[in-house]
């Protein structure tokens, strides 16, 4: 991993109706350090983010023309200062017009990889600290926060400009919460959404546990679901969607073309097919669970007709080998009652 540009811009809106301000930076080509240091944290909170979206850049250029900035910067028509002065230049407009108070840093971050080149926009958040002014009195301070990420965006430029181009080139993390910001920042990217990620989780559920159900043995089906599971958390912790054929491969290395074959015979899922399931639902795989009526009930899947029972007549539901610390819990609980004389 290294950064070729980077560049990080203040940017200030608090008094709407008033123009924003902004404060951009130099330019810093390789910067390295902690910068390095910075960016690694802020991709490991970006992979680690829920609820991602996925789609391209709009049609609609002359209302978002980031698309159209990065591409003559890719193709070398401007250098990385002329697209960051336009970008911070546009972010500020948007800001002009917003009714909500803003303030907060944005870092564009143009990184080479191994296999391909990616470029980040980050809107930076703040956390207050403490800290002992020079008359050695605590004085309150802000401080770039590496745990919270609300608002940032990822172009991979293969998917985007090479030989093979995909309508999901774009990694979006808008949070709940950002408020008029957030929106205005995906105007800025010029994002549209192009992934029904809930679908996409139906149907990669869907094709597990049909391709598991094929087996007779309850023991196999629940590795299938359970590495299936594995694939697609690891491959949510590297930031990266779910490929059929990838997937294939790990559930089955001696025919590692099963799971891909029966996915398109049986669930039309094309052979070359990429997937962007939810992997928080995708733990319905390897775990059930559910509450209500006071009641919240969760374990694991494999445990099913082992060490828990459900009668579908009566509706019962029969737990045996109770954990531990639940047991010494209902113990103590029947013991009080008990001695209440309740």
């Known amino acids: 991993m290294a950064i070729k540009q980077l560049r990080v811009t203040f940017a200030s809106q608090m008094q709407p109706g008033q123009e924003a301000q902004v404060r951009p930076g130099k330019p810093l ?48 028509k401007q250098s990385f200062e002329s697209l960051t002065d336009k970008l911070f230049g546009q972010w500020q407009e948007l800001l002009t017009g917003s009714q909500e108070e803003y303030f907060g840093h944005l870092m564009l971050v143009h990184e080479a990889l191994a296999d391909g080149e990616v470029i980040y926009l980050f809107a930076l958040e703040n956390d207050s600290a403490l800290r002992m002014d020079h ?14 990420l609300n608002l ?22 808008h949070a709940r919460g950002t408020g008029e910001p ?57 930031g990266e969607p779910v490929a059929i054929e990838a997937l294939s491969g790990y559930l089955d290395e001696d025919q590692p073309e099963r799971f891909r074959e029966f996915a398109s015979e049986s669930q039309d899922i094309p052979t070359n097919a990429v997937l962007h399931p939810d992997h928080r639902k995708v733990k319905k795989l390897v775990r059930i669970s559910g509450s209500g009526g006071g009641m919240s009930v969760s374990f694991s899947s494999d445990l099913v007709n082992q060490a828990v029972y459900y009668d579908r007549d009566t509706d019962a539901l029969t737990i045996t080998k109770l954990p531990k610390a639940l047991r010494e819990q209902l113990q103590r609980y029947l013991e009080n009652r008990q001695d209440s004389g309740e």
Do not use: M
């Not at 990217?189 to 391709?211: M, P, R």
């Not at 599971?229 to 590297?238: G, I, N, R």
């Open 135 to 148: 008359q050695q009195e605590l004085d309150a301070t802000d401080v770039l926060s590496t745990s919270r």
């Open 29 to 76: 080509p390789e910067p390295g350090g902690d910068y390095e240091g910075l960016h690694k944290q802020l991709k490991r909170l970006f992979n680690a983010k829920p609820g991602k979206k996925y789609g391209r850049f709009t049609d609609d250029i002359g209302a978002s023309p980031a698309s159209a900035w990065l591409r003559d910067y890719t193709e070398g």
């Open 152 to 173: 940032a965006l990822r172009l991979e430029l293969e998917d985007w400009l090479g030989d093979h181009p995909s309508e999901n080139c774009l990694t979006l993390v």
């Open 182 to 238: 957030g929106e205005l920042f995906i105007r800025l990217c010029g994002f549209t959404n192009q992934v029904d990620v809930e679908k996409e989780t139906l149907t990669f559920l869907n094709a597990v546990e049909a391709f598991a159900a094929q087996t007779d043995e309850p023991e196999k089906a629940g590795q299938v679901r359970s590495k299936a599971y594995e694939f697609c958390k690891e491959q949510h912790a590297l």
